[in-house]
């Protein structure tokens, strides 16, 4: 009886062995496949090498030194080397995991990301042409740096998945402990009203697109449901939330709910973006006083219509594109 066990141990471990260098031939060509596809349709990808590793389990995927150029040839991406892993059984389940550094290059500008752990994962449908059904994307002790300014996170994630529609994703950004470098916050906020460190940045929405996200798609955004935006910084915190529309060029339209405390601190900050004037944010304090509620937050009204963002009925600048 153990010796049948034991040929019948050698056996499967002998036909899985075999597999796993079939199946790794078939993730070599299908890497190489990629990128030819991506060249072709104007991307510019060189790298020293391309191995695959990982038996008897997984298939690791490794570039050596690769660089990205962008078909337009604006941004230009590079690093040391990148990883892309998968379970063997679970193909459609693959982790990409960056080093340390990387540099992005665009015009007049270099940009240095430095992590002690940036990864991703990401689970797509299990086709010739996949569809994204959910993606996750984590980073400790992030820092994003160009010449003069940068910010660095204690943590950032983004999430998104699919919600009931191929073409519909909750999408979420958490981000801790965000400071930004002395040049970028002498222009954010010049006169050191708020401290240096925001402590938590949280966004949920949900995202309607025109197609699923896909390596061959180009989606574009329809309609944006905030279901909760918040910011804690310092004494400071706000909460946003609405309902958008998304025009064809990408400009904005609805109505949204700004919920905030310390007020004060954050008229000051918005006048030193010039979002506001002085005179604007006097009047908007005017508004606001005595409309706190029992947990000290007061609620503005905010739209965007025509290309402009419009707050308690004051036109205060252009909407952003989405």
């Known amino acids: 009886m153990v010796k049948w066990l034991t ?3 050698l056996v499967a471990a002998t036909l899985w062995g075999g597999w796993w260098f079939v199946g790794a031939s078939a993730v070599d060509r299908g890497a190489r496949t990629a990128i030819d596809s991506a060249r072709a349709q104007g991307w510019g990808i060189e790298y020293g090498d391309l191995t695959v590793a990982g038996f008897p389990n997984r298939f690791d995927v490794t570039l050596d030194a690769p660089r990205v150029m962008s078909p337009d040839g604006v941004m230009r991406w590079s690093a040391p080397f990148v990883q ?24 007049g500008e270099t940009i240095d990301i430095t992590s002690t752990d940036l990864r991703a994962s990401a689970v797509v449908t299990p086709s010739r042409q996949p569809d994204l059904r959910r993606a996750t994307i984590t980073a400790s002790d992030l820092t994003i740096r160009a010449t003069d300014l940068g910010a660095t ?4 994630v983004l999430a998104a998945r699919q919600n009931g529609s191929d073409a519909i994703y909750d999408v979420a950004i958490a981000l801790t402990g965000v400071s930004a470098s002395d040049g970028l916050r002498a222009k954010l906020d010049p006169t050191g009203t708020l401290p240096e460190v925001i402590d938590t940045l949280d966004i949920d929405t949900m ?7 896909g390596i061959t798609r180009d989606p574009v955004l329809s309609e944006l449901t905030i279901r909760r935006a ?10 946003l939330s609405g309902d958008l529309t998304v025009a064809a060029d990408g400009t904005p339209d609805g109505d949204l709910t700004l919920r905030a405390r310390g007020w004060d601190d954050l008229l000051a900050f918005v006048v030193a973006q010039e979002w506001l004037t002085a005179a604007q944010a006097s009047l908007i304090g005017s508004g606001l006083s005595g409309l706190e509620d029992a947990e000290g937050f007061a609620e503005i ?11 308690m009925g004051l036109p205060v600048g252009p909407a952003p594109r989405l």
């Not at 693959?94 to 990387?102: D, G, L, N, S, Y």
């Not at 009204?301 to 707050?311: C, E, F, K």
Request: hydrophobic share 55%; aromatic share 6%; glycine share 6%.
């Open 230 to 239: 918040t910011v804690n910084w310092g004494d400071a915190r706000v909460i």
């Open 84 to 107: 892309v892993l998968a379970l063997s059984y679970r193909l459609n389940h693959v982790i990409a995991v960056a080093p340390r550094e990387m540099t992005i290059e665009v015009p």
């Open 301 to 311: 009204p905010v739209s965007l219509s025509g290309g402009q963002i419009i707050v």
């Open 153 to 156: 996170f204690a943590t950032a």
């Open 7 to 9: 040929i019948l141990v």
């Open 207 to 213: 995202m309607v697109l025109s197609d699923p996200i």
